[in-house]
């Protein structure tokens, strides 16, 4: 990897300029280049030309002095503006979290269950998935948007259940249907103590007791309203395993219905990668090994490998070391291998900030993640220097 040079984001010097340097944003007025076009040398010996020295903008960009790829490397064109997107998916979440406590306050305050609005809700989140995969799909966008876990936990268990109900091309009306299970999965819970399911030391054998009975007490309790029986059993099944060893009913196999066994992988992968009262978070590259590694035990190969094509092994958000010592962010997966995603270097091999605008690379064989950074390594690396 070629090494960057930083020059001030208001001032560049043309002497100091090459050719093939790029600016990484547009001046808000005025465009020298279009943002990430290489400065070709006919430009430059223009400015020679015109005798012009220095170029000054209002821009809030860098510019890019070298190469920044390596030959070999290959780029690839993502569409839509990063920043722009990632921070309207925000915004939708955050609508997403509000319809959704609205459905919930409604059925806790005993005004039954919208059925109606969660249809509405769930549409909405198949919309989103559809026309905007990429960013709907990046978990992490959402952390601290909400600190509500068991909110946090129903929208985005939905995001991920509805990622593997595409994937094995559910018809429309069934898809709603996982949805609304994914989303209801764990309305039990609201019919037990707060303080039971957010104890921070170990639990008793009796709490543990209580805690499993949610799943019949949100079946149960849903039977009241015009929903189907997939629906429902989904709820009742979503911790049963395929070997066994799940609760209540400790059913195998084909035993399980298939939106329970989507439910399952949803549920413990979200469960996973968030923090929780008794211990840390995960990340998001350990939890889907550990489901890899548990699949044909506990969950269904096939659901499990349709998440994993989906996220990537290395989760879009993820930081990385690559080959080269560099570090880099996930910004999407590759289905046809999941091993190699496509990242944007943001420290080059030198310890270069390159900034989070670099080209997207595609990783390959030769050049590949060789670390997944724990959060305490992402926090450090992020936090502003003094």
């Known amino acids: 990897m070629a090494e960057f040079k930083e020059i001030a984001a208001d001032h560049f010097s043309a002497d100091e300029m090459t050719d ?3 600016f990484l944003t547009n001046d808000d007025m005025f465009s020298l280049l279009p943002a990430r076009v290489p400065i070709p040398a006919a430009l430059l010996q223009q400015l020679k030309n015109w005798q012009i020295k220095n170029i000054y903008t209002d821009g809030s960009g860098d510019a890019l002095q070298g ?16 920043n722009l997107e990632s921070q309207r998916m925000k915004e939708v979440y955050v609508q997403l979290v509000k319809k959704g406590q609205e459905i919930f ?10 059925v109606t609005e969660l249809v509405e ?3 909405s989140m198949i919309q989103e998935l559809r026309e905007k995969r990429r960013f709907f799909i990046r978990l992490s966008l959402y952390r601290g948007l909400c600190d509500d876990y068991f909110m946090n936990h129903a929208i985005q268990t939905t995001i991920l259940s509805l990622i593997m109900g595409e994937a094995i091309k559910l018809p429309p009306h069934k898809l709603v249907d996982l949805g609304m299970a994914s989303f209801l999965h764990e309305i039990g819970l609201l019919h037990l103590p707060p303080a039971l399911h957010e104890k921070e030391g170990p639990i008793t054998v009796e709490e543990r007791r209580l805690l499993s009975s949610h799943v019949i007490v949100g079946y149960r309790n849903l039977k009241d309203f015009s929903l189907s029986q997939d629906i429902l059993l989904g709820v009742l099944q979503h911790h049963e395993r395929l070997d066994g060893s799940g609760y209540l009913q400790a059913l195998a196999g084909d ?31 350990m939890s889907l090994a550990d489901m890899v590694k548990d699949m044909r035990r506990k969950y269904d190969e096939y659901l499990v490998n349709s998440l994993v094509s989906a996220l990537s092994l290395f989760p879009i958000g993820s930081y990385v070391r690559l080959s080269d010592e ?8 590759d289905p046809e291998n999941v091993r190699y995603p496509i990242v944007r270097i943001i420290i080059s091999a030198s310890g270069m900030k390159v900034g989070d605008n670099s080209p ?17 390594e992402v926090d450090d690396l992020l936090k502003p220097k003094k």
């Open 326 to 333: 560099s570090i880099a962010r996930v910004v999407e997966s």
């Open 121 to 123: 809700l769930i549409r």
């Open 105 to 114: 306050e409604s059925y806790g305050n005993k005004r039954g269950l919208t």
């Open 360 to 376: 997207a690379i595609q990783l390959n064989k030769e050049f590949f993640v060789a670390a997944v950074l724990n959060q305490d």
């Open 20 to 22: 093939g340097d790029l």
């Open 255 to 285: 035993s399980i219905c298939l939106y329970a066994k989507i439910i399952a992988i949803s549920c413990t992968y979200h469960a996973q990668i968030s923090d929780r009262p008794y211990r840390p978070a995960k990340n998001e590259h």
């Open 67 to 82: 190469t920044p790829i390596a030959p070999g490397h290959k780029i690839v064109s993502l569409p839509g503006d990063e």
